[in-house]
């Protein structure tokens, strides 16, 4: 569980470590070779300058030596030691060492190389160098020049131990703030893990208090609309059950009723057992029809689509005029239907029906006597239109947004009178949307309903002919 913590803490410890061992080592290592550069400058240029001065003399002694250092008066150096071709020491002012004089060195020196070492160690620096005193073309003997410098060490050393406080306290600041931060931000993360859980457990209602504007800000909003959305599906789920268990509830409590005044009675004559049958198999027709809805709606839910195929609107149109002639007849309702040709859709033909027998049905229904219906099919470049208008009772405004919600009715007692299930529009508007529609309703003028789907026109390509 912490192991984020400890992920955090020890990548952020690495890097830290890495940086206190730089910080310490970089600078140093590169004054102390600055240092080392100046040291082989200054002695490379004073034992020149002496060699150079040597090399003229005519014979190598301890007393000629002298002379001529007392004339060049060079001071930046501890120890001088010359000798001659052979390696003896013709000169050494015995100056304060520290530094051994490395018989190598002189060997070397003879041979006709420089050499310059420098070391540093004990505080101190340890340089030497050597030369060899040459003149027309042969080694006459070596200079070797040491120096034993305690104060740019010691500069060195200070600095050191100064950058090495400043670093570990820059460390440890910034170790503590980074946990102090991290720790906020987990905590936070804890709390949206908390919500999660308790959302999880069946809470749909509860929402995460949001700070601050950042990325956990932003998690933590998307979080709630996540659960707004949860909280909705769930409440739209319970009433829609409450709604379905209603509608059964309804019809079947009929059915019990009638079957038991058919039981009770103690001589019922046949015409009376009639009539009663008779309305049992209505109230059994109209479970039949609203539990075939309610197949039809979770269907279109499931978004489980066959293929969409060309479907000609105006043939569907036909085929459900047919199917809607007897219910016109008796509610002396006028059917008017102006069908363009060529109006195909890429939908599925079972959708189609459903869509477009709904809608005339209702606008049948609906209707008062001697009304009519038209149903208008019609296309442009671009989009398939059908529009079905009716002189019919009309759908008061504040209506018009719920019709499509599952059995919503505007007059109860009317749309069961009429067999209605309120599912029948919800099914239209579903279908409609699958099949990339759109659905409108609004007034006919002088009175009544309209309602237009529109579809994209398929083009050639999507329909294949
Ligand atoms: N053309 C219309 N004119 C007036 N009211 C309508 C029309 N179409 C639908 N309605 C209203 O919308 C409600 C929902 O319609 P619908 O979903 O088809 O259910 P149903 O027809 O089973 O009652 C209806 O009960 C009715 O009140
Ligand atoms: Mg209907």
Known sequence: MHSIRFQFLAFISVIMLVLLILLNILPIASSRDLVFEEKRDSLSSQAAVIASSLSGLERLSQESITEVLRILDITGFSRMVVTDAEGTVLYDDGGRTGVTTELEDILTALSGKTVFRSLFADSAFSSAYAMPVSSQGSTRGA?????????????????????????????????????????LLLRRMQELV???RIVAGGDYSHRLAVRGQDE???LGNEFNLLTQRLDETERQRRRFVSDASHELKTPLASIRLLADS?????????????????DIGNEAERL?????????????????????????????????????????EEKQVKIRSELAEGCVVMANTDDMFHIIFNLTENAVKYNVPGGSVRLILKGDEEHIYLTVEDTGIGIPEEDRLNIFSRFYRVDKARSREAGGSGLGLSIVHDAVLAHGGTIAVGQNKPQGSRFIVSFPRPTSEETGI
């Not at 600095?159 to 991290?182: D, G, H, N, Y």
């Not at 979770?298 to 002639?325: F, I, T, Y």
């Open 262 to 278: 058919i039981v009770q009675s103690e001589n019922i004559d046949m015409d009376t057992a009639r009539e009663f049958v008779t």
């Open 216 to 218: 956990l800000a932003e």
């Open 288 to 328: 039949q029809r609203t539990t075939e809805k309610l197949l039809d709606l979770s269907r279109l839910d499931d978004g489980v689509q066959v293929l969409p195929e060309p479907v000609d609107v105006k043939q569907v149109s036909l085929d459900a005029l047919v199917m809607l002639r007897p219910l016109a």
């Open 143 to 183: 200079v070797y020049l040491t120096e034993y410098d305690t104060e740019r060490a010691r500069i060195i050393l200070d600095i050191q131990s100064e950058i090495r406080v400043m670093s570990v306290t820059l460390v440890l600041i910034v170790l503590v703030v980074a946990v102090i931060i991290f720790n």
């Open 194 to 196: 908390r919500s999660m």
